[in-house]
């Protein structure tokens, strides 16, 4: 492949990533600015209506473009009937209310048009953002978002743990398809008996699945010859990734699917592993760039209510875990200090609900919507503390501290002495997990603990 048929696709895929950026800005502020919000009813639905057309001239089926339009439907019928019955916020001589008598009750409803009105336009703000999350998701090669990402120069650990993840999921996935149904719910009794196990107080099964995602990143790690992936980096590409693995394994099963209650039930053992990547990794954002990853596997898959925002709610709960976990480290190792932690992540995941109700400029009955939703995730996210101390016994304990810095870190003599090709090979022999007779951290963490039948060449779920 020459360097211009290189280009063409990336160029491609910062266009599209730019276009959605676009899009979802002019959704948001069109009508929040007084210069340009006579004309809202104008610029949102043909943003909207051009969202259909793209994706209808990609051959995308109506009944997929429906699909993604009423994915919020719940949000939908809340903010339609809230402004519909609720008397106006701002009462002023252009509110137009009409009485409507419900038959056969005898009962008189005051029907607030206005606020019908303004309760629809935010319907399609919504939904014009979902259509262009959509477009870029389903046209093009599937990786544009990707590869629009990797151009714009974000933090190395992140870029090259999402290669990896997603290579990893690939290659699982091209493996197992066909397996369909079974293999669904395979996963799904597979979940429920590592989560059987955690209540009962064992972690045991937990830190296995773990163990072995982390295993096998760090043998793709090590197999790579990109001479700029070596010691610590290295190191923490194949902790990112092994945890963005399980991560996206527990994302990806379906448990109670399209129900608006008992949310956020995943984070008793998704933050967690949030706590485990901020521990592990050397770097200071190593649960902000497992969480991104997260955000963006959902993304691709299509498991988000709210298109590309939805990516925030992985991303906050990992950004406050990476602020608070060097805190909470210094108290006493109990569990208070990891369930404290595992609330105020689990306020920062329901971030994506409020800040779309924010940029929509919603009257405060809104905020009832995801503070309904907010309620489990805070007692998933107390409860997370548990499970978070017991898996950083198992898997970060001493021993296995002592054993990573052992396997990332070469000697500083050695190194300035050694000629450059000696010092890649010294390099590699730290990103290669086990290979060796020192105890490394790759060895203690995917060999010595290893399940019985653990099987290294997939993720585990």
């Given at each position: 492949m020459t360097e211009t048929q290189h280009e063409t696709p990336t160029r491609t895929a910062v266009l599209k990533v730019s276009y959605l950026l676009t899009v979802?800005?002019?959704?948001?502020?069109?009508?929040?600015?007084?210069?340009?919000?006579?004309?809202?009813?104008?610029?949102?639905?043909?943003?909207?209506?051009?969202?259909?057309?793209?994706?209808?001239?990609?051959?995308?089926g109506l009944r997929d473009v429906a699909r993604v339009a009423l994915r919020l439907k719940w949000l939908f019928i809340f903010l339609i009937g809230m402004y519909a019955l609720l008397?106006?916020?701002?009462?002023?001589?252009?509110?137009?209310?009409?009485?409507?008598?419900?038959?056969?009750v005898g009962w008189s409803l005051s029907i607030n048009l206005s606020g019908l009105e303004k309760a629809a336009l935010m319907c399609l703000q919504i939904v014009t953002v979902l259509l262009a999350s959509a477009v870029v998701r389903l046209t093009?090669?599937?990786?544009?978002?990707?590869?629009?990402?990797?151009?714009?120069?974000?933090?190395?650990?992140?870029?090259?743990?999402?290669?990896?993840?997603?290579?990893?999921?690939?290659?699982?996935?091209?493996?197992?398809?066909?397996?369909?149904r079974a293999r669904?719910?395979?996963?799904?009794?597979?979940?429920?008996?590592?989560?059987?196990?955690?209540?009962?107080?064992?972690?045991?099964?937990?830190?296995?699945?773990?163990?072995?995602?982390?295993?096998?990143?760090?043998?793709?790690?090590?197999?790579?010859?990109?001479?700029?992936?070596?010691?610590?980096?290295?190191?923490?590409?194949?902790?990112?990734?092994?945890?963005?693995?399980?991560?996206?394994?527990?994302?990806?099963?379906?448990?109670?699917?399209?129900?608006?209650?008992?949310?956020?039930?995943?984070?008793?053992?998704?933050?967690?592993?949030?706590?485990?990547?901020?521990?592990?990794?050397?770097?200071?954002?190593?649960?902000?760039?497992?969480?991104?990853?997260?955000?963006?596997?959902?993304?691709?898959?299509?498991d988000g209510r709210f298109g590309v925002l939805e990516i925030l709610k992985h991303v906050a709960p990992g950004f406050v875990i990476d602020i608070g976990e060097p805190?909470?480290?210094?108290?006493?190792?109990?569990?208070?200090?990891?369930?404290?932690?595992?609330?105020?992540?689990?306020?920062?995941?329901t971030a994506t609900e409020f800040v779309v109700v924010l940029l929509l400029g919603a009257r405060a009955e809104i905020y009832l919507f995801p503070a309904v939703k907010l309620v489990p995730n805070l007692i998933a996210g107390v409860l997370s503390g548990f499970v978070s101390v017991f898996l950083l016994r198992v898997v970060a304990g001493p021993s296995s501290k002592a054993s990573s810095e052992a396997a990332v870190q070469p000697d500083g003599n050695d190194l300035g002495q050694r000629p450059p090709s000696e010092q890649q090979a010294g390099e590699g022999d730290a990103a290669l997990a086990g290979k060796g007779s020192s105890p490394r951290h790759g060895r203690d963490v995917g060999q010595r603990q290893r399940p019985g039948r653990g099987d290294m060449g997939r993720p585990r779920t």
């Open positions: 979802t800005v002019v959704a948001f502020a069109v009508p929040a600015l007084s210069l340009t919000e006579p004309a809202r009813w104008f610029v949102i639905p043909g943003l909207a209506g051009i969202q259909a057309v793209i994706l209808l001239a990609c051959r995308v008397p106006p916020e701002n009462p002023s001589a252009n509110d137009v209310l009409i009485d409507w008598h419900v038959p056969g093009g090669t599937g990786r544009d978002l990707v590869d629009g990402l990797h151009a714009f120069r974000l933090p190395p650990l992140f870029v090259h743990a999402l290669d990896r993840t997603l290579a990893l999921l690939e290659g699982t996935q091209g493996r197992e398809r066909g397996g369909g669904e719910r395979t996963s799904r009794a597979g979940f429920f008996a590592v989560l059987r196990q955690v209540l009962r107080g064992d972690i045991g099964a937990f830190a296995d699945v773990v163990r072995t995602n982390i295993a096998l990143a760090e043998s793709q790690v090590a197999s790579d010859a990109d001479p700029r992936i070596g010691g610590q980096f290295a190191h923490d590409v194949a902790v990112t990734t092994g945890i963005a693995l399980c991560m996206a394994s527990l994302k990806m099963l379906k448990i109670l699917p399209g129900l608006p209650f008992a949310s956020g039930h995943k984070t008793f053992l998704l933050f967690p592993l949030y706590v485990l990547a901020a521990r592990l990794t050397q770097s200071r954002w190593g649960a902000t760039a497992a969480g991104s990853i997260m955000g963006i596997i959902g993304f691709l898959q299509g805190l909470v480290r210094r108290w006493p190792p109990w569990a208070l200090g990891y369930c404290v932690l595992g609330f105020f992540a689990a306020i920062a995941r």
